[in-house]
């Protein structure tokens, strides 16, 4: 157990629809990670947060959003799903934000759209 | 972006046997890590390495940071069954530059050990 938790921890939604992710980091990391893994893309980070704050950006589609709230948990916001969005949505957390942090990952979210 | 290059891809053994997998960047990381991930389940970080030539053991585990920071292997010794899995390496890349602290992950290697 990472202390990383997630959820919910499956997900079916259907195509157009909208979903959040909730992601917990564990006691006392200050930085969020999100993931998407798909079987063809493997693992692809997303977005990052520090201590409520985006601190860095990566593969993120502008229909997915994200916040970290005041006491540090994480949502990831997915809209306008389409297919293709199925795939496992990891969170990781680490204490800071440095280069070198060691990450921490939950067990998942596993999306399927429908 | 960078890319990390893990090979194999994919690793058929017998219950006892060593195991070695590595990965391979065109530039400089200044982290390498390796992480498992078990069929629906997020990856667990096994070793995390900091400095070139840095040789760390967990267990039956031992992994290399390369001496040119551009490559980094992972053995297993006396492999089991419970082995079974994707092995990830990871690293962050030196030239990331900005705020951009984007873990960078390899393709995997799927170990399969039959007993």
């Known amino acids: 157990d990472s202390g990383v938790t997630q959820t919910p921890k499956h997900l079916i939604t259907a195509t157009g629809q909208r979903v959040t992710l909730r992601c917990s980091p564990r006691s006392g990391d200050l930085s969020v990670y999100w993931y998407q893994q798909s079987l063809d893309q493997g693992l692809q980070f997303l977005i990052q947060?520090?201590?409520?704050?985006?601190?860095a950006k990566g593969n993120i589609l502008e229909r997915f959003s994200a916040q970290q709230f005041p006491d540090l948990h994480s949502e990831l916001n997915l809209s306008s799903l389409e297919l293709g969005d199925s795939a496992l949505y990891f969170c990781a957390s680490s204490v800071a934000s440095g280069r070198g942090e060691t990450q921490y990952f939950g067990p998942g979210t596993r999306l399927l759209v429908l | 972006g960078q890319q990390l290059n893990q090979s194999p891809q994919s690793m058929f053994i017998q219950e006892g046997e060593d195991v070695s997998m590595n990965c391979t960047s065109s530039s400089i990381f200044n982290t390498w890590l390796w992480y498992k991930q078990d069929p629906g389940e997020g990856p667990v970080l096994l070793i995390a390495?900091?400095?070139?030539?840095e040789l760390t053991s967990n267990g039956r585990l031992t992994a290399q940071f390369g001496i040119t920071r551009k490559d980094s292997f992972l053995n297993i010794s006396a492999s089991i069954p419970s082995d079974v899995g994707i092995y990830f390496c990871?690293?962050?890349?030196?030239?990331?530059?900005?705020?951009?602290?984007?873990?960078?992950f390899g393709k995997g290697t799927l170990l399969t050990v039959n007993p």
């Open positions: 390495l900091y400095k070139a030539g």
């Open positions: 990871a690293g962050h890349p030196t030239n990331s530059g900005g705020s951009n602290y984007k873990l960078t």
């Open positions: 947060y520090y201590n409520g704050e985006e601190r």
